[in-house]
Every structure is written in C-alpha cells, then in structure tokens.
C-alpha cells in the first residue's frame, strides 16, 4: 500500500466542480486583486479567527513581516520567537531591521518554553512571536501575562494553527496580531500563495491594509514605506470554497491523530502531547524516537515516505552563521530536532492507510507484535 506523506490534489478532487465555478466567475468577473472575494475571506476567515479585522496578503511570511511593521517593531528592538519551526517568523524579525532572540521549546508540545523566554527578555523586547506548532497553541497563558506585564506586543504565528483553540477561544485574535498562511498543505490551503493578518484593533487593520499596498489609502499617495503583499482573487475563491468544510476536515484529522495515539500505544517511541487547554487542530502528527532514521527508511520502504520538520534548529542555519549561535545554545530544539518523525497527516487518509502506517511502525519496533 502507498500512503502518500502529503496530498493536496485529492482535495481538488472532491470539490472539483465548485473550485471550477469558482476560479472562471473570477476570470470572467475581471477584478484580480483584492477583490469581493478578497473582502468576503478576510470576514470570514477573521470569524473562524475569532478576531474582528482580516487583512488578505500574499503569503504567511508577508502576514508575519507586515504585522511587525504595523506594531512598529523595527532597529533596536528585539523580538524573541522559537527556533524550532519554519524560518518564517524568524526571517520577519531580520527583515524590519530587529534583532532575532530565540528561546527555547517544550519537548513534548514542541513549542515555546515559556520560562526561557521569560529569561531572555530585555528592556528592548518590543514583541514575542510565539508559533502555534504542529497545530496547537504555544503556552499563550505565561507569555500573554509576560507581556502584558511588560508591554510586550504579541503576534500569533498562526500558520499551522487555523481551526485550533487555546482555553476555547480560537487562535489569531488573542494576540494583537494574528498570521495566518495559506500555503497548499496548510489546513486550509490554497491553490498557490496566500495569507492573512487578523486583529481586534481597527487601527492595527487599517495600517495593515496601508502597508500591503504600498503604504497607501489614496491612489499615488503613499503616507507609510509599503510592500505588494496583495491577495488575488483566485485564491480567494478557491479558499472561499474550502472554508466551510474546514470544521469537518479538522474533525477528521482528529480521528486520524487518535487512531495513531492508539495503534502506536505501548510501543517505545514518544507520542505528540497536547497540552492542558489546547484544542489542536493536527498540522502535523510527530513521534520521536532516537531511532528517528531507521524506522524513516523502512517506513520508506513500506510505501510511507515521510519528510522531516525540521532537521536543522534555526539558530544553527547557514544563514545566520555570523550571528554567534553554536550548537548546544537551545538543547531541546536540537534534541527534537534529531528524534522528529512526522508521520502522513491529512484529513484525506483512510483509515486503512492509518492502520498501515501503524503496522510498519509496529513491525520495525516490535517484530511480531501484529503489524
Ligand atoms: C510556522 C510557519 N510560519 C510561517 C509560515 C509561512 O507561510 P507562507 O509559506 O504562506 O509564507 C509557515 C509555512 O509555510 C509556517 O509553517
């Protein structure tokens, strides 16, 4: 049996027809960019948010750098995120001119420790970007009492996270800015790059959609230095088609992340743990086991290719070679960093194609246990 690590075509193909009506009313409609699409999405995805203000952009990345740049984070402020994750809430932090402060995660929830970020706050901390990993909140109780006691902004890395929940409120509009991606294997992807910016505050939001066209309000006055970060049209439609079945695909994915937590009970490898308060909404499902590359190559050879998120911690990238971090300055992160194993995760899976994950991992782990 072949279980395919990711596989966003097949949700194409359920919705095949609508996506079709969706894409050619656009085409025929004429307006490209940040159109009534654009404007229907950012109400719609800022509710699923829980936050009052969406801001459509191009990418997750762009979300993150604009949302900086709206808290006016910029030279001689430092900004304090994970290295555990995809680089780009790291590469937000350099490119508004910041400096990049990182602190350590959780073992076992894989997101921020938050006593280690506790410990690196200076007086020049202006934000924290905590990244609600895998699909589940980063520990956003002691970091939202942490800034708030310090005057510290938050921005939500919500990229993994759309559809999660912490204490029961959704993700994105605690924080003040929340950044969400729709890169095609995210939860709720799109069919090319997209992303949003939600918020509470009407002013953040304003500047926010300043930003995203060049710092303007009027045509050809340009009162802030701005980007093109715009969302099309296209991706709107496709994504206004895929978001009312968001709830059920998370659902799904829930049922697929039990089935691992139960066919993988007892055997000697660590399972991802939730923490108490989270709702996750199961990006990734990642076991960790020292092992980490043998059982990689037999799932390989069974027909489950995996890929690795993340092999290397940001903090030891080529491209910040020059900044003074060494191997052993965020243990944990290279700990996990070394033992990760994301297994094939998507609502798509049949259960057979569990079970099968689960057999091969049964059968390299305990040979003749029933796999
Ligand atoms: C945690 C995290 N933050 C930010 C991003 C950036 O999103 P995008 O690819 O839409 O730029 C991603 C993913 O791609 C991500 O996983």
Redesign the pocket.
Known sequence: MQVPFLNPSAQVAALREELVRAVTSVLDDGRFILGPNVAALEKEVAAVAGAAFGVGVN??????TLALRALDVGPGDEVITTPF?????AESVVQVGARLVFADIDRRTFTLDAADVARRVTSRTKAIIP???FGQAAPLGPLLELARARGIRVVE?C??AIGAAWEGRPLGGIGDIG?V???P??NLGAAG???MCVTQDEALARKLRMLRVHGIERRYYHDLHGYNSRLDEMQAAVLRVKLPHLGAWTRRRGEVASRYDVGLAGLPLELPVVAPGNTSCW?VYAVQLDDRDGLKAHLERNGVPTLIYYPLPLHLQQCYAGDGWKEGDFPVAERVSRRILPLPMYPELTNEQVDHVVGCIRDYLMPGSGG
């Open positions: 990418s997750g990345s762009d979300a993150l994750t995809y680089i780009a809430p990244v609600h990993l890395d990229a993994q950044c991606s729709f890169y294997t995210k790059d997209g992303g990006h």
